[in-house]
């Protein structure tokens, strides 16, 4: 599969029809939601984390490569990593050792040990990301300004669009202003002339409806995992009590 084949998928896409990407931890988990119909998938970072013993954050680079590897050899349809914010690799290693393993997409976020980067340093990175891979990566840029925090005094908003816009700039396919409220989606959409990424979470608005606020592409974070790590402790106290 090729990242063409993953930008494809992202264009034209109806209000309240988003392309919805599952996100598999391990290679079990890619088969089930490929067999189910899904035509692209995007690994979580703390799903994978979590699959591997890691706490989010704390999974070392070469075994977040490994697993990705692992997902991207199950499934006959594109996957794009959350690679969080590249590991301290350059931009040249960071792509190769990331194409290496068969995913076609990646997110890069901007922020680094729970603190923001400036964006035109982050808009920079992206921007040598872009040049090393040419055509061969979707890369989705992610915006942390809901999940860090902003400057006091900084309109948060607008801070979201205007990282966004420089990420765009930069050459990002797409732009995923994580955790941002349902009612700032339009706005941010409106904002930027690439696809927005929404999270869609228990508690909140459904992809369909994210759809309709301005969303193109929906994914999940972590949830999906943490859905089926409650399962399996349903199991766990049905055998306790056998």
């Known amino acids: 599969m090729t990242a063409s084949e993953l930008r494809a998928l992202h264009r034209d896409r109806t209000p309240g029809d988003p392309l919805v990407l599952p996100g598999p931890w391990d290679a079990a988990s890619a088969r ?5 119909g899904f035509p692209a998938l995007a690994t979580p970072s703390a799903g994978v984390a979590a699959s591997l013993g890691y706490e989010d954050g704390e999974t070392p680079a070469d075994e977040m490569f490994a697993a990705v590897a692992r997902i991207a050899r199950a499934v006959p349809v594109p996957v794009s990593a959350d690679i969080e914010a590249g590991y301290g690799l350059a931009p040249r290693e960071l792509v190769e050792r990331l194409l290496a ?3 076609v997409g990646c997110n890069l976020e901007d922020s680094a040990e729970g603190v923001l980067m400036e964006p035109e340093r982050q808009a920079d990175r992206l921007a040598e990301v872009r040049s090393v ?3 061969a990566l979707f890369v989705n840029a ?3 300004t809901y999940v860090r925090g902003v400057p006091a005094g900084t309109d948060q908003e607008a801070e979201t669009a205007r990282r966004a816009r420089l990420y765009v700039a930069a050459g990002a396919d ?3 202003p994580i955790g941002a409220p349902a009612e700032s989606l339009p706005r941010l959409a409106a904002a930027v002339t690439v696809p927005l990424n929404a999270l869609s979470r228990p508690d909140g608005p459904g992809p369909r409806r994210l759809g309709e606020l301005g969303a193109a592409r929906i994914t999940f ?3 999906l995992q943490r859905r089926a790590m409650a399962a399996v ?5 049905e055998l306790r009590k056998a």
Not at 32 to 36: I, L, P
Not at 233 to 237: C, E, I, N, S
């Open 233 to 237: 402790r349903g199991f766990a106290d």
């Open 133 to 135: 891979a040419g055509d």
């Open 174 to 176: 797409c732009v995923y």
């Open 101 to 103: 393993t068969g995913a």
């Open 142 to 144: 992610r915006v942390d």
């Open 221 to 223: 974070g972590p949830g």
């Open 32 to 36: 089930v939601f490929a067999d189910a």
